[in-house]
Structure formats: structure tokens, C-alpha cells
């Protein structure tokens, strides 16, 4: 089975992109994402 390559820069890029456009701060994204920090989000 081979797993996809994410452009990790990319998809932060775009995270950025959906977050600001859709008013949602880091912390919105972290606990969405079920992240226990928003150091998590900051490292995409």
C-alpha cells in the first residue's frame, strides 16, 4: 500500500487560506481537529 505525499508548506498554505477567509481562529482549527495545542496547527 503506498500513502499519499502531502506537501506539508502546501497544505498549510492552504489551512491559512480556509481559516482566515472562513473567521475561524488557530484555536477553532485545534479543537476541531481534536489537537490538545495550537502548536499543532502553527507547525503545518
Do not use: C, T
Amino acid at each position: 500500500m503506498e500513502y499519499p505525499i502531502i506537501d506539508i508548506q502546501a497544505a498549510g498554505r492552504r489551512i491559512r487560506q480556509l481559516r482566515i477567509s472562513n473567521h475561524y481562529s488557530v484555536e477553532d482549527v485545534s479543537g476541531y481537529m481534536g489537537f490538545e495545542s495550537v502548536q499543532a496547527v502553527y507547525k503545518w
